[in-house]
């Protein structure tokens, strides 16, 4: 059964101090790894998708990186703004399903 | 920018009641997907669909729980009757399926169920 674990479930940065969140996966036939930014009351808005072991996407403030076991989202000098809560999802074998994880809340304090 | 829309965004009833929640999927679409959020298990996926046909349903209580595309603007999700332990957001997302390749899923902003 596919699985994704997120860690840490919570983290408090001050703006500008820079800090990577965590996702561990288990997965039969990886199709894909993606992560999405989620804020109070609204859907999931979608960030990055990555598919092989050693790629890398960036966007703004935001790295995702992937290895076989697990992904990085690193947050370089963070702002207020990127206060969310990111969540990683995988696609295996099973056509389109994606499994989440329960997210990291992230807090960025000015 | 596209986007999936949710009516109603909020939802209030008592136990017993039908509940009924919808969704149009980006135009162009061909897979929508339902998924619940609660604090304990996060997101799950109940249903989802291709080209109207339902392909998964197994995260969905069957007793209780239905998912319909009437056409392909309008997926439904049905809850009856409604239980307290139904109080959750509900997600719909949509996403285009070409042969092999992934594209990212696209959600809606939600409705907030509670059942009182």
Redesign the interface.
């Known amino acids: 059964e596919d699985q994704v674990t997120q860690s840490p479930e919570a983290l408090r940065l001050q703006e500008g101090e820079s800090s990577s969140l965590n996702c561990s996966y288990t997965v039969s036939g990886l199709r894909g790894l993606f992560w999405y930014r989620q804020d109070p009351g609204k859907g999931p808005e979608f960030l990055f998708t990555l598919y092989s072991a050693g790629e890398e996407k960036e966007k703004e403030r935001l790295k995702a990186t992937l290895t076989k076991k697990e992904s990085f989202l690193h947050i370089t000098a963070p702002k207020p703004e990127d206060s969310a809560t990111y969540l990683c999802a995988v696609r295996g074998t099973g056509f389109q399903k994606l499994v989440f994880g329960t997210g990291t809340r992230l807090l960025v304090s000015p | 920018d596209a986007r999936?829309t949710q009516t109603p965004r909020h939802k209030v009833t008592e136990m017993g009641q039908e509940v009924t929640m919808r969704c149009q999927p980006i135009l162009g679409h061909n897979?929508v997907?339902w998924y619940r959020q609660t604090m304990m298990q996060?997101?799950e996926?109940l249903a989802?669909f291709?080209n109207r046909a339902p392909?998964?349903d197994s995260g969905m209580p069957k007793d209780r729980f239905s998912a319909e595309m009437p056409d392909a603007t309008l997926a439904t999700l049905k809850i009856q009757p409604s239980e307290p332990r139904d109080s959750a957001v509900y997600?719909c997302?949509s996403?285009l399926?070409l042969g092999d390749v992934?594209q990212?899923?696209?959600?809606?902003?939600?409705t907030r169920l509670s059942i009182l």
Do not use: E, I, K, S
């Open positions: 999936v897979t997907f996060g997101l996926l989802y291709r392909l998964d997600f997302a996403g399926v992934n990212p899923q696209h959600f809606g902003d939600g």
